[in-house]
């Protein structure tokens, strides 16, 4: 279930989920796609009404809060992004830029994407959800 | 009793029971934090929140150092709970008095979490306890008590470094007399 963010509108909400279906139809390999508040919540998603997609929200929320941990404790300035590799596919969060409070796309996608088309579509879908917010 | 030269102990508790206020208080060196903005203000009215972990550490007079871990509150970063426990030699379940929902949130944690810790130690500390009454402490050990558990319940203010000291050195006594106490079975 989508979280009801006080600081999302509906119709911003509604319009960050038509640019993840637009992700997902020009990008085969992705599985699911969840914008997510930094504490956490799932605010839209590919596909929609997608119980795991709550999950995929808390845990990149908290993988994202510790790659920063991690980028400070080694005196690197701002983590950007997160990518895991496995067997089968790979899983990305961004986070976006210019959003209150910061928000994060994650990505889940099968392994027949090549990894730099993936990073490309995805960093571009987060500029496209970040105009869109900011609108 | 071999002193071990490093520990991992665990503080949980509901959202807003102090759990990186409490690391903060007692950890050598500024803690690791992940806290964020909070945006669900009817959950809890507090600024920010932890989504994945704290974590301090601090050097006992013996040389023994003590990793601090604290958890998340809310349930769903519940799967962060088991893996911040996992090597853990006790637990410190913190509980703010003032919450509405303060005895279910003890019979809720101590449930969850004796699935993750079975036989490691339990300290209770209870804050912001309200001043006046003749016994503060006493529904959450009726709350132990139904659950069949054992376990020291502390009133505590947990930005005050001798509080939090209180409830490890409590945990690292239960520990002690476990290891130095001759079993049934030995």
Redesign the interface.
């Known amino acids: 279930m989508m979280?009801d963010?006080?600081?999302l509108k509906p119709e911003a909400a509604a319009a960050a989920q038509r640019q993840l279906e637009a992700f997902a139809a020009s990008t085969p390999s992705i599985a699911l796609a969840v914008l997510t508040?930094?504490?956490?919540?799932e605010l839209a998603a590919y596909p929609a009404q997608l119980a795991v997609a709550?999950?995929i929200a808390?845990?990149s929320?908290?993988?994202q809060?510790?790659s920063?941990?991690l980028a400070r404790?080694a005196s690197l300035s701002n983590s950007r992004d997160l990518i895991i590799e496995s067997d089968d596919g790979t899983i990305l969060v961004l986070g976006l830029a210019n959003t209150a409070?910061?928000m994060s796309l994650a990505v889940v996608a099968s392994n027949k994407e090549n990894l730099g088309h993936l990073l490309w579509a995805s960093r571009n879908c987060c500029k496209s959800l970040e105009s869109g917010l900011q609108a | 009793m071999n002193t071990p030269q490093e520990l991992k102990i665990v503080f949980t508790g509901p959202m807003g029971a102090g759990k990186t206020t409490a690391i903060g208080a007692i950890s050598d060196a500024p803690p690791?934090?992940?806290?964020?903005?909070?945006?669900?203000?009817h959950a809890h009215s507090k600024e920010l929140?932890t989504?994945?972990?704290d974590f301090g550490q601090m050097l006992l007079e013996d040389g023994t150092a003590v990793r601090l871990y604290g958890t998340?509150g809310?349930q769903?970063?519940s799967?962060?709970w088991e893996i911040l426990c996992r090597g853990a030699i006790g637990l410190i379940l913190l509980i703010d008095a003032t919450s509405a929902t303060a005895t279910e949130d003890l019979r809720s944690f101590v449930e969850t979490f004796q699935r993750f810790t079975p036989d490691q130690p339990l300290v209770i500390g209870v804050g912001r306890v309200p001043q006046g009454e003749s016994e503060p402490l006493e529904r959450f050990e009726q709350v132990l008590a139904s659950e069949g558990v054992l376990a020291p319940v502390f009133g505590v203010d947990v930005r005050k470094r001798d509080d939090v000291l209180l409830l490890i050195e409590t945990l690292l006594c239960i520990l002690e007399t476990r290891i130095e106490e001759p079993t049934d079975d030995a």
């Open positions: 979280h963010s006080p600081y508040s930094s504490d956490g919540f709550q999950r808390a845990m929320s908290s993988l809060a510790l920063e941990a404790e409070p910061r | 690791v934090s992940t806290e964020v903005r909070n945006t669900d203000r929140t989504v994945a972990l998340p809310q769903r970063f799967f962060m």
